[in-house]
């Protein structure tokens, strides 16, 4: 299952204090049970000090199997732990997605 390795491997490569991947393929134009659009949010101390690019890095280099793999789109949510709290613990929902509603057959 790709979530869990995604989830493992983020994990591991960032100690996080909050972690979601969200396996969002349901909303877009592909065959029931895709793994192929996830959406990742981290809260991590090894975020402190660091850019919104250098943050999105460390998250590819972590997942860079999967996204030269079977992951297609992957949308990235990084926080520190005072970030994460003045966003009262939420991240943006993902924005619909262009023919999610007709999925293949």
Same mark, same amino acid.
């Given at each position: 299952?790709?979530? $869990?390795? +995604? ?10 204090? $909050?972690?979601?991947?969200v396996?969002?393929?349901?909303? $877009?134009?592909v065959?029931d049970?895709?793994?192929t659009?996830f959406?990742v ?7 402190e000090?660091e850019?919104l +690019? ?5 998250i590819n280099e972590? +997942?860079?199997?999967? +996204?030269?793999g079977?992951? $297609? ?7 520190t732990?005072?970030?994460w709290?003045?966003?009262f ?10 023919g999610?509603h007709?999925?293949?057959?």
């Amino acid at each position: 299952m790709i979530q $869990h390795r +995604l989830e493992e491997k983020l994990a591991a490569a960032l100690d996080p204090a $909050h972690l979601e991947v969200v396996n969002e393929s349901g909303n $877009h134009n592909v065959p029931d049970g895709s793994e192929t659009h996830f959406k990742v949010v981290v809260v991590s101390p090894a975020f402190e000090g660091e850019r919104l +690019l250098a943050r999105h890095r460390r998250i590819n280099e972590a +997942l860079a199997e999967e +996204l030269a793999g079977g992951v $297609h789109a992957l949308a990235i949510h990084t926080y520190t732990a005072d970030e994460w709290r003045r966003r009262f613990g939420a991240a943006p929902m993902s924005p619909p997605c262009r023919g999610g509603h007709a999925r293949a057959q």
